[in-house]
């Protein structure tokens, strides 16, 4: 029996240990710090509304709410027997005395009716007196002096017409009206001795101007505020004493005794009167000023549990109300109601109301900034007003209300900053103002304040749970800054202020992300630019790596890490324009302004990379050789006789040059042309941001309205959303283009590109382009008529024969159509060529290396010219054994990885070419590298200048530049390697 006893008490004793560790473990979590809403109306006439607590409070027994319901009042026909002015106790008057007195603490005997409230009544003109003048209470109501002693304790009333109960403390302290010489007297109260050091420090100390100011209202309040608060915990004497605290910037100091130091002693001497709301920071009677100095409480607050409703942009469920409600005291500490803060009730700047509500739509980010007149403040605002800040989570009529924690940027600690800090140091807080022009009032109340203070920056900043697929997210916090200004000249004094409400997400994941992308395609960028710096190593036949091959490897690596930039930057700025803007519950938040400075240093990293690819480009194509091989051949002698050593002789016909001059101005006319029209994709980009109106899917807010009313609120633009939604445009544009251009402007109108090869073959001459020392392109313009210097007849008949295939194929090889190739001849072949241009090389040097003895220059490049026409002509007709060539189709790898893998030692290498890749010397082989520019030039400019429009111009114009610049020395690059006179080339 008493085992069985034993283990039942053993098991009782461990359920109620782990009942009791589990609500211990609970109450050690962070806690939610939600409370319910109450307002005055809600509390009834059997409850008061607690202005500390914020809650309905049950009145005592008979007793009912006041007309303010904020206190509680006796009864009707009960008067006040005791009171400490907190709570009292009410008795029954008797039936032959049934009128409660004026000051409700007596009974008496009315010499006429009663009134509704259960006091007696006089005529009009009378002057009711309960008491005589020594204080005692009549039988029945007649006019007597005031009493100031036992047990009478009245005095006369401000008006001087009647007696009533001198104020409570006094009663308390010395049992009279007197305030005894060793009490304290202040602020019309009579404290006991020793209540509080009567040494108050009443200094608002002005830290931005290193001022501290001896403020009347602290001088006036500030000791009877604690001292009130302390002995009589009197509810608005503690709210008041707080409000001094929020003037002082919630700062902690050495100084005991100032308004901060005074409300933390009693809220460490009353911690017996416990908590309330079952909040440990909320002190009973107390208003709640801080959360505590905990190290890293911020963060539990602030990251720890999310608000337990979700936002969502879209559907049935769409939920963007941010409801925030505010209880408002005045300085003197009483509460003045519940108010909806949804417009400007902290907003300084003026504004419509429908663009001031733009800031408590979740996910707009919300900006407002101005200038206030100093003198309007100080008319608008006389004395400040104190706000405890909620969130609203509804619930119908279990309506709850979670605390809004408040960040006071001014905060000091023993001097210094905190909350400019890391979040491990904050200090949060719960009540804020906007303007106190009252604590800077230095002589008296009525005098003009020194100093002022001004909320000139208010922040309200939602984060977003990680991971969240429901729209949820932590308490916001609201951040304000102060500013001190020193009144000098009121009416010309202004002061800048904004508002803003912005949103966040951890952006280490994307950042991971990110990093880790360009990392692998930046490893990737170096192996591809190690295989074109072996291909180019191998197109100019040299084995040797020297600092040449490092600077075109640096080169080469610098256009393909501006691609993985490029890349990685647009698909950032897609991905958030995509899911930011189309998502329904609330999964993505944008990159603050902050968090963008590394994807715009991207941005500019990709532009200059690419700048570095485009001239290094540009400039290689302004030195390639180039070659024009005129086959014609003379048909026959010409009539005229020149003498010869006396001796009659026929000349040949000379060979027109007219051909060769066509077919380099045309290869002069096709440098720059592109597979885009330039000025089509600005305009069309330019309409479509600016009239169709796309540019506002990049504004911070989750909408995607293209049109906006100007008058809503318009928020700042996102430069994520920004540059992903211009590059975008101008990509796909730009894509489309060239879809357009290949698939039909250049199947049914006109390819300038084989237009110039058919020229070629008409005319008669061949192309020889070499764009790296032993490297180019070839193409075969060999008449398969023989000559193409003729009349019009003739041509025409050539034309028509060839069109019914009356004649041989245009190919270099036989019965082939293949007229275009790349490459890859020998070293032999180039020193030949080196060997030819060597005189032209030395001529068109200094002047010190050009040999005197030489002929004439245009008679030396006459002979150049024919020189090289016949060697190049001989090499293509496989006349030189040494220097012959063979004919094949590039392997798949070779086309892919842009590279040879067979070296050209003892024969060049022709390469099947259908694809006319010699068009990579032009502008028309370089669009991709030519629209990426163009795309980071709009989007770089645009970012600095927030302008569309500015972006296309410039845009324009550096478009013109290039092609000006690619023209002019591309003609004369023309001119000196072809030998064809720049004159010509029109």
């Known amino acids: 029996m008493a085992t069985g006893t034993l283990t039942l008490l053993v098991k009782s004793y461990r359920l109620t240990l782990m009942l009791f560790l589990l609500i211990e473990f609970d109450s050690l979590r962070c806690q939610q710090f939600i409370i319910p809403y109450q307002a005055t109306s809600d509390c009834g006439v059997e409850k008061f509304f607690d202005i500390s607590s914020l809650s309905c409070v049950t009145c005592g027994p008979n007793q009912r709410a006041s007309k303010t319901g904020l206190s509680c009042d006796c009864q009707t026909g009960y008067r006040v027997l005791t009171t400490n002015g907190v709570s009292s106790t009410c008795q029954q008057c008797p039936a032959d005395k049934p009128a409660v007195t004026e000051d409700g603490f007596g009974c008496i005997r009315c010499p006429s009716s009663l009134s509704n409230g259960g006091t007696c009544q006089c005529p009009q003109a009378a002057v009711l007196v309960e008491r005589d003048v020594q204080g005692n209470l009549l039988d029945e109501a007649r006019c007597e002096l005031c009493n100031g002693g036992d047990p009478a304790l009245s005095v006369p009333n401000s008006s001087g017409d009647r007696c009533e109960r001198c104020q409570a403390s006094f009663v308390n302290t010395s049992l009279s009206c007197v305030c005894g010489s060793t009490n304290v007297l202040a602020g019309g109260l009579c404290f006991p001795p020793n209540s509080l050091p009567s040494n108050v420090n009443p200094n608002v100390n002005f830290a931005q101007l290193a001022l501290p100011v001896q403020s009347a209202w602290f001088l006036k309040n500030l ?88 936002f969502s942009f879209k559907g049935s469920n769409k939920n963007t109300d941010i409801k925030l409600i505010a209880a408002v005291y005045n300085a003197r500490g009483e509460f003045l109601r519940w108010e909806n803060i949804g417009g400007g009730n902290l907003q300084l700047c003026p504004d419509t109301a429908t663009r001031q509500r733009a800031a408590f739509s979740f996910g707009t980010a919300y900006q407002e900034t101005c200038d206030l007149s100093i003198a309007e403040l100080l008319s608008a605002y006389p004395e400040p007003l104190f706000y405890d800040m ?103 004094q202004v002061v800048s202020v904004s508002f803003a409400v912005e949103y966040e997400m951890d952006q280490n994941e994307a950042r991971m992300k990110t990093d880790t992308a360009l990392g692998v395609m930046g490893g990737l960028a170096v192996l591809y630019s190690l295989l074109k710096t072996v291909s180019w190593k191998r197109r100019i036949a040299s084995p040797l790596i020297d600092m040449e091959t490092m600077l075109k490897f640096l080169l080469f690596y610098a256009g393909d890490l501006a691609n993985v930039f490029f890349v990685i930057t647009v698909g950032t700025g897609l991905y958030w324009l995509i899911f ?168 049914f109108v006109e390819d300038k590109i084989r237009q110039f090869v058919d020229l070629c073959s008409i005319s008669n001459v061949s192309v020889l382009l070499l764009s790296h020392r032993c490297f180019g392109y070839y193409i075969h313009g060999r008449s398969v008529h023989g000559h193409a210097d003729t009349n019009m007849e003739e041509m025409n008949a050539n034309l028509k024969r060839e069109a019914e295939s009356l004649c041989g194929q245009r190919g270099l090889l036989p019965n082939t159509d293949t007229q275009t190739f790349q490459i890859s001849i020998t070293n032999r072949l180039r020193l030949q060529y080196d060997r030819i241009r060597e005189p032209l090389s030395r001529r068109n040097g200094p002047s010190r290396l050009v040999d005197a003895s030489l002929a004439n220059p245009f008679e030396q490049s006459t002979r150049a010219y024919n020189t090289m026409n016949r060697f190049l002509g001989s090499f293509i007709d496989h006349a030189h054994r040494d220097m012959d060539y063979i004919v094949k189709d590039k392997l798949l790898f070779e086309r892919v990885l842009g590279m040879e893998f067979l070296e050209p030692n003892d024969k060049s290498i022709f390469y099947n070419d259908e694809a006319h890749s010699f068009s990579d010397v032009l502008f028309y082989g370089n669009e991709a590298t030519l629209l990426i520019f163009d795309t980071l030039f709009f989007c770089v400019v645009d970012l600095g200048s927030q302008s569309f429009v500015l972006a296309a111009v410039l845009t324009y114009i550096q478009q013109m530049v290039f092609r000006l610049i690619r023209n002019a020395i591309g003609r004369r690059n023309l001119a000196n390697k072809t030998l064809v006179d720049e004159r010509f080339l029109i």
């Open 223 to 310: 000791y009877s505020s604690s001292a009130a608060c302390l002995v009589f915990s009197n509810l608005t004497a503690c709210q008041a004493l707080g409000n001094m605290c929020v003037m002082n910037m919630h700062s902690f100091s050495s100084v005991a005794n100032d308004a901060c130091g005074l409300f933390n002693s009693i809220f460490r001497s009353t911690a017996a009167l416990g908590s309330t709301q079952d909040i440990s920071y909320w002190r009973a009677n107390l208003p709640w000023l801080y959360y505590g100095d905990q190290p890293g409480l911020a963060s539990r607050v602030l990251q720890t549990d999310p608000l337990p409703t979700g």
């Open 580 to 747: 930011y803007k189309a998502q329904q519950f609330v999964s993505v938040l944008l990159p603050l302004p902050a968090q963008e400075e590394r994807f715009v240093t991207y941005i500019g990293c990709a532009f200059a990379l690419k700048a570095v690819q485009f001239l290094h480009k540009l400039i290689l194509q302004l030195s390639v050789d180039v070659f024009l091989i005129d086959w014609e051949r003379p048909r026959s002698k010409a009539s005229r006789t020149v003498q010869a050593s006396g001796e009659p002789k026929r000349d040949p016909s000379p060979v027109s040059i007219w051909r060769t001059y066509f077919v380099a101005n045309e290869w002069n006319e096709i440098q720059t042309i592109r597979k885009i029209s330039p000025t089509f994709q600005i305009m069309a980009v330019l309409f479509l941001l600016e009239v169709v109106g796309f540019s506002s899917l990049a504004l911070r807010d989750p909408w995607s309205t293209l049109k906006r009313s100007p008058l809503v609120y318009t928020p700042p633009y996102s430069l994520t959303l920004r540059f992903g939604l211009a590059a975008t445009l101008w990509l796909c544009i730009g894509l489309l283009q060239v879809i357009f251009f290949t698939v039909v402007h250049e199947r």
């Open 390 to 492: 909620f969130v609203d989570l509804g619930g119908g009529e279990n309506r709850r209300l979670l605390p809004l924690p408040t960040l006071v940027l001014n905060q000091q600690y023993n001097g210094r900053f905190i909350n400019q800090e890391n979040m491990k140091n904050w200090y949060l807080s719960r009540r804020v103002f906007l303007v106190d022009t009252l604590s800077g009032r230095e002589k008296s109340l009525s005098s003009p304040p020194k100093v002022i203070r001004v909320a000139s920056s208010i922040k309200i900043r939602f984060q977003l749970v990680a991971g969240t697929q429901k729209g949820q997210v932590f308490p916001p916090l609201m951040s304000v800054s102060y500013r001190d200004v020193l009144i000098t000249d009121s009416n010309t």
